[in-house]
T-cell receptor
Framework: EDQVTQSPEALRLQEGESSSLNCSYT??????LFWYRQDPGKGPEFLFT???AGEEKEKERLKATLTKKESFLHITAPKPEDSATYLC?????????FGAGTRLTVKP | GAVVSQHPSWVICKSGTSVKIECRSL??????MFWYRQFPKQSLMLMAT?????????EQGVEKDKFLINHASLTLSTLTVTSAHPEDSSFYIC????????????FGPGTRLTVL
């Protein structure tokens, strides 16, 4: 059965303290891996799509990477406004399957 | 980026009434639209997938007679919660995708439903 596991469940960082969020997956026939950011009471906001192992994408302080088994979302020198829940999702076949998310809190 | 809207953003209703939620893709044509449900501090749970002009495909355990989905055009899908009960209170989020399943989904802002 397809599975998506995100770790850690919650992460607290000081402003400027870089770190990484992990998304490990077991799916057959990966069509794409997606990262979203979700703020409380709002819908997820699209960040990145990764399609093949070795692919990397960057946006401001965020960088997403992909291997055959997992993806990392690296956050460099985070700011308090980066606080949110980050969701990883994989598309295999017809369904997009979401991980449980990592709740990131960045303290000033 | 692509924009998806939902209306209403929140709704409070009495038990036994029906509530309709609209989902619109504002600047693109959505081949497929999805409806999710999210409980506090939990991830998104897919309820159903709909393609324009076709019947929706419901996930296991989701009652199709209770959650009516209509995808009448490439820019509009509606979810009607029929005879709502307090246990239906949740955050409902739609998403839309253009083209193939290799493409990303764009999400609406969500609708908070509270059933008294």
């Amino acid at each position: 059965e397809d599975q998506v596991t995100q770790s850690p469940e919650a992460l607290r960082l000081q402003e400027g303290e870089s770190s990484s969020l992990n998304c490990s997956y077991t799916v057959s026939g990966l069509r794409g891996l997606f990262w979203y950011r979700q703020d409380p009471g709002k819908g997820p906001e699209f960040l990145f799509t990764l399609y093949s192992a070795g692919e990397e994408k960057e946006k401001e302080r965020l960088k997403a990477t992909l291997t055959k088994k997992e993806s990392f979302l690296h956050i460099t020198a985070p700011k308090p406004e980066d606080s949110a829940t980050y969701l990883c999702a994989v598309q295999a076949g017809g369904d997009m399957r979401f991980g449980a998310g990592t709740r990131l809190t960045v303290k000033p | 980026g692509a924009v998806v809207s939902q209306h209403p953003s929140w709704v409070i209703c009495k038990s036994g009434t029906s509530v309709k939620i609209e989902c619109r893709s504002l600047d693109f044509q959505a081949t497929t639209m999805f409806w999710y449900r999210q409980f506090p501090k939990q991830s998104l749970m897919l309820m159903a997938t709909s393609n324009e002009g076709s019947k929706a495909t419901y996930e296991q355990g989701v009652e199709k007679d209770k959650f009516l989905i209509n995808h009448a055009s490439l820019t509009l899908s509606t979810l009607t919660v029929t005879s709502a009960h307090p246990e239906d209170s949740s955050f409902y989020i739609c998403s839309a995708r253009m083209g193939s399943s290799y493409n990303e989904q764009f999400f609406g802002p969500g609708t908070r439903l509270t059933v008294l």
